[in-house]
């Protein structure tokens, strides 16, 4: 099983980035895909998670209208847009797949985002 993340790196404020995380050695089409983040000395929190099919999508607070999740299950690949970035936004970006009702959780390696003039 793979998830592997990639798009990250420095970008001035105000400015975008697309992530994508492309999974292998799984069922992707099962699995709900989310993308976390991680900033220094914080705790990993949830950004934005869409499910199996691509129809259920949900954000956190402070990226909504910033923020577009989106995947292809024929590729087996999830992105996520970020327009407007901020500061605020800086942190390592995760991608994890998983189902309901099962412990089972995978987790990308991460990549950086540095917002920052």
């Known amino acids: 099983v793979q998830l592997v993340e990639s798009g990250g790196g420095l970008v001035q404020p105000g400015g975008s980035l697309r992530l994508s995380c492309a999974a292998s050695?799984?069922?992707?089409?099962?699995?709900?895909m989310s993308w976390y983040r991680q900033a220094p000395g914080k705790e990993r929190e949830l950004v934005a998670s869409?499910?199996?099919?691509?129809?259920?999508?949900n954000y956190t607070e402070s990226v909504k209208g910033r923020f577009t999740i989106s995947r292809d299950n024929a590729k087996k690949t999830v992105s996520l847009q970020m327009n407007s970035l901020k500061p605020e936004d800086t942190a390592v970006y995760y991608c994890?797949?998983?189902?309901?009702?099962?412990?089972?959780?995978?987790w990308g390696q991460g990549t950086q985002v540095t917002v920052s003039s």
């Open positions: 994890k797949g998983s189902r309901d009702y099962s412990p089972t959780v995978y």
């Open positions: 050695g799984f069922t992707f089409s099962s699995y709900a």
């Open positions: 869409v499910s199996s099919t691509g129809y259920r999508k």
